[in-house]
Antibody, heavy 128, light 110 residues
Framework: QLQLQESGPGLVKPSETLSLTCTVS??????????WGWIRQPPGKGLEWIGN???????YYSPSLKSRVTISVDTSKNQFSLKLSSVTAADTAVYYC????????????????????WGQGTLVTVSS | QSVLTQPPSVSAAPGQKVTISCSGS????????VSWYLQVPGTAPKLLIY???KRPSGIPDRFSGSKSGTSATLGIIGLQTGDEADYFC???????????FGGGTQLTVL
């Protein structure tokens, strides 16, 4: 059974870089055609997509966060990671990782279709 | 302001039926698959419907999805108190080149 688990610091200071890791178990990150994504949810608010990564390092990012986000993959550890720089209080949220299904035309991803399963989420608070 | 519009809340009695709408545009719902997620407060979202109307293994057939033009609808019949949760729709937006979620709908089973 595929499972995802987020890990990382629960408290980050303003202007610093938020770093989280998602560990995948039950399947190999590099064995399938799926992408792996990050989604966040500020307290009491809705869901916001951050970005997706493929096992070969190919990425798709939210335009609103693209300048501050880096998502990378470590196939040897079956993990993928999120880095969000220059954080502010507005980045306080529960961060989820999830598997994502792409629609591919040729070698180009033209859309993503769903997210499943999701990790349990980890709360990251930005505060001094 | 979410790209996809959902009603903030809906309610119905146990045993009844409810529908939750998700309104978008030709750049998102109109040309891409819609998925729906259930989130019990304090827990992670769970995939409920994918590719407009398909149910993952383990999701009861009380839940259904449909899409027409630039809108999608989640239907739940035989409501149970355990269905109380937040429901989110989501899809890819071709103009934004981004995944977008609706703002979420809180279901109350009275």
């Amino acid at each position: 059974q595929l499972q995802l688990q987020e890990s990382g610091p629960g408290l980050v200071k303003p202007s610093e870089t938020l770093s989280l890791t998602c560990t995948v178990s039950g399947d190999s990150i590099s064995s399938s055609s799926y992408y792996w994504g990050w989604i966040r949810q500020p307290p009491g608010k809705g869901l916001e997509w951050i970005g997706n990564v493929y096992y070969n390092g190919g990425t798709y990012y939210s335009p609103s966060l693209k300048s501050r986000v880096t998502i990378s993959v470590d196939t040897s550890k079956n993990q993928f990671s999120l880095k969000l720089s220059s954080v502010t209080a507005a980045d306080t949220a529960v961060y989820y990782c999830a598997r994502s299904d792409p629609t591919i035309f040729g070698v180009v991803v033209i859309s993503f279709n769903w997210f499943d399963p999701w990790g349990q989420g980890t709360l990251v608070t930005v505060s001094s | 302001q979410s790209v996809l519009t959902q009603p903030p809340s809906v309610s119905a009695a146990p045993g009844q039926k409810v529908t939750i709408s998700c309104s978008g545009s030709s750049s998102n719902i109109g040309n891409n698959y819609v998925s729906w997620y259930l989130q019990v407060p304090g827990t992670a979202p769970k995939l409920l419907i994918y590719e407009n109307n398909k149910r993952p293994s383990g999701i009861p057939d009380r839940f259904s999805g449909s899409k027409s033009g630039t809108s999608a609808t989640l239907g739940i019949i035989g409501l149970q108190t355990g269905d109380e949760a937040d429901y989110f729709c989501g899809t890819w937006d071709n103009s934004l080149s981004a995944w977008v979620f609706g703002g979420g709908t809180q279901l109350t089973v009275l």
